[in-house]
């Protein structure tokens, strides 16, 4: 799925004008993959930092004391800024 969405970008850009290859498209297609899955794995790695913090409060959240939802956006908001990623 990656793939494709990597192989539509290379060829709307291609189409536009913007992006102008020389040779094979397929390499540039894997690497605006590698680019794509790559960002993906960012937040992946921010979401598990995010449900690593938020085990302290395991029983705030059983207890109904604590909204795991919103505390899990909150603490994200914050390491986003804290990290300085762009999502």
């Known amino acids: 799925r990656i793939h ?3 192989a539509t970008v290379v060829a709307r850009l291609t189409t536009q004008g913007l992006l102008k290859i020389q040779g094979k498209e397929e390499p540039v297609v894997q ?3 590698s680019a794509i899955t790559t960002e993906l ?3 992946d790695r921010l979401n598990a930092d995010v449900r690593e913090m938020l085990k302290q409060f395991d029983q705030e959240f059983a207890a109904g004391r604590a909204d795991y ?3 899990f956006s909150m603490v994200k908001k914050k390491l986003i800024k ?3 990623i762009v999502l």
Do not use: L
Request: net charge negative; no cysteine.
């Open 82 to 84: 804290e990290r300085d």
């Open 69 to 71: 939802q919103k505390m």
């Open 4 to 6: 494709q969405m990597a």
């Open 31 to 33: 690497h605006v993959e």
């Open 41 to 43: 794995q960012v937040e």
